[in-house]
T-cell receptor, first 115, second 110 residues
Framework: EAQVTQNPRYLITVTGKKLTVTCSQN?????MSWYRQDPGLGLRQIYY???????DKGDVPEGYKVSRKEKRNFPLILESPSPNQTSLYFC??????????????FGNGTRLTVT | GQQLNQNPQSMFIQEGEDVSMNCTSS?????WLWYKQDPGEGPVLLIA???AGELTSNGRLTAQFGITRKDSFLNISASIPSDVGIYFC??????????WGAGTKLIIKP
């Protein structure tokens, strides 16, 4: 089954403790992206990647890092989490070849709480 | 970053009612997309629109790409309980950057 898998689904951590949220897709998609969802603000893009070893900042990249060493994986790293990074995070992927005609496929989300 | 103006923010409706929501932009868009997010899940694409004036249906859902290329609407006819969730509009702007609306939360009154 074609899917985007994020782990963990829920995470509670303390300020300053480094964490990684994993994302993996099995559709051979070139494009992958991370979003955060906050009430009233919708989806805001954190980082995106157009292919292996190619990453770029989205609208809200501060406090986050990403890497794209393999096509299928796109982990989101919070080196020193702060309470304002408490949010619902989504990973998404799509085919670059189909460009605007390729829909984004989203994972089921990771709810992060930083205390 | 830029965000689309999506209205309403939330809707309380009775089962069986028709629903209408819209999205507007100050600049022209090349595509309009409508996604739905069920509780506890990620958004899923419902309808994609690629030409000004295009009207597309998906079951009880109908969406249109506005003639001015600056707006789009989504209608849901005869709502049922599984229609609850958050509906997002999105679109590719003139630079083909994907821009999102803040979402419309649909709640069905018991």
């Amino acid at each position: 089954e074609a899917q985007v898998t994020q782990n963990p689904r829920y995470l509670i951590t303390v300020t300053g403790k480094k964490l990684t949220v994993t994302c993996s897709q099995n559709m051979n998609h070139e494009y992958m992206s991370w979003y955060r969802q906050d009430p009233g603000l919708g989806l805001r893009q954190i980082y995106y990647s157009m292919n292996v070893e190619v990453t770029d900042k989205g609208d809200v990249p501060e406090g986050y890092k990403v890497s794209r060493k393999e096509k299928r994986n796109f982990p989101l790293i919070l080196e020193s989490p702060s309470p304002n990074q408490t949010s619902l995070y989504f990973c998404a992927s799509s085919s670059m070849w189909a460009a605007i005609y390729s829909p984004l496929h989203f994972g089921n989300g990771t709810r992060l709480t930083v205390t | 970053g830029q965000q689309l103006n999506q209205n309403p923010q939330s809707m309380f409706i009775q089962e069986g009612e028709d629903v209408s929501m819209n999205c507007t932009s100050s600049s022209i868009f090349n595509t309009w997309l409508w996604y739905k997010q069920d509780p506890g899940e990620g958004p899923v694409l419902l309808i994609a629109l690629y030409k000004a004036g295009e009207l597309t249906s998906n079951g009880r859902l109908t969406a249109q790409f506005g003639i001015t290329r600056k707006d789009s609407f989504l209608n849901i006819s005869a709502s049922i309980p599984s229609d609850v969730g958050i509906y997002f509009c999105a679109g590719h702007d003139s630079n083909y950057q994907l821009i999102w609306g803040a979402g419309t939360k649909l709640i069905i009154k018991p």
